[in-house]
């Protein structure tokens, strides 16, 4: 039996198409200064990305969310973090061949991400992508945001394509979780922030990508089933 052709090819955006732990450490050394705390180590900030900004006030304050101090120094972040991204992220290692081989092949990509618009379209103009994103989805587009199916839902009905049509790729749970509620194929990437404490072989991925260039093979190997 025939199966579904892939037509798009989606990504979460920090940690599987792009390295922002750099920006993020920029200000979080900033904020930390500000406060006169010791900076946090380098490594303990990217373990930390995926979980946000709140997540990252907590690991570097000891503070939760309503607790006195933890808003202002969160929206301080917030600024910091605006007025410097971009200056320090780059691609992925071999992020920019894979996007080559997606033109080339003719199918849609996009970025759905849970990072606010505000962050995400400068950053995504500032980027040296070797072809424009069909479309770039942010919270600010849909009610629900990752796990929940919906943003990917949104992203393949804009490219007219089914869900089982596309593969979604990403470094969190919630973004196998999001692809696998949504009835389409998932890649993990065991080269993003991921969390110590969720291993990323008990998300059920459909493939986990080592790196960038494993990517490609995954991808034309399910073009090539049909």
């Known amino acids: 039996m025939m199966k579904q052709m892939i037509k798009a090819v989606f990504f979460d955006l920090d940690g599987t198409l792009l390295d922002s732990a750099p920006d993020f450490?920029?200000?979080?050394?900033?904020?930390?200064?500000?406060?006169?705390?010791?900076?946090?180590?380098?490594?303990?900030?990217?373990?930390?990305?995926?979980?946000?900004a709140r997540a990252l006030i907590t690991l570097a304050f000891g503070l939760s969310k309503g607790d006195e101090g933890f808003e202002v120094r969160h929206?301080?972040?917030?600024?910091?973090?605006?007025?410097?991204?971009?200056?320090?992220?780059?691609?992925f290692p071999g992020m920019e061949q894979l996007l080559k081989h997606i033109k080339q092949h003719h199918l849609f990509w996009g970025v759905i991400t849970n990072k606010p618009a505000r962050f995400t379209d400068p950053i995504m103009a500032s980027l040296p992508l070797p072809s424009h994103p069909n479309l770039v989805i942010c919270p600010d587009h849909t009610n629900n945001t990752k796990p929940d199916p919906e943003p990917l839902l949104l992203a393949c009905n804009k490219v007219a394509c089914k869900p089982v049509e596309a593969?979604?790729?990403?470094?969190?749970?919630?973004?196998?979780?999001?692809?696998?509620?949504?009835?389409?194929?998932?890649?993990?990437?065991?080269?993003?922030?991921?969390?110590?404490?969720?291993?990323?072989?008990?998300?059920?991925?459909?493939?986990?990508?080592?790196?960038?260039?494993?990517?490609?093979?995954?991808?034309?190997n399910k073009i090539k089933e049909n």
């Open 25 to 52: 450490y920029v200000a979080m050394h900033q904020l930390m200064d500000e406060y006169q705390q010791p900076r946090l180590k380098e490594s303990d900030i990217r373990a930390f990305i995926s979980h946000g």
């Open 167 to 220: 593969i979604y790729i990403g470094d969190h749970r919630r973004d196998i979780e999001c692809g696998i509620a949504a009835g389409s194929l998932t890649i993990a990437t065991r080269y993003g922030y991921l969390d110590k404490t969720d291993p990323i072989e008990s998300w059920n991925a459909h493939f986990i990508a080592g790196n960038c260039d494993n990517i490609w093979p995954y991808i034309e």
């Open 75 to 91: 929206q301080r972040l917030l600024n910091i973090y605006h007025d410097t991204m971009g200056n320090h992220c780059s691609l």
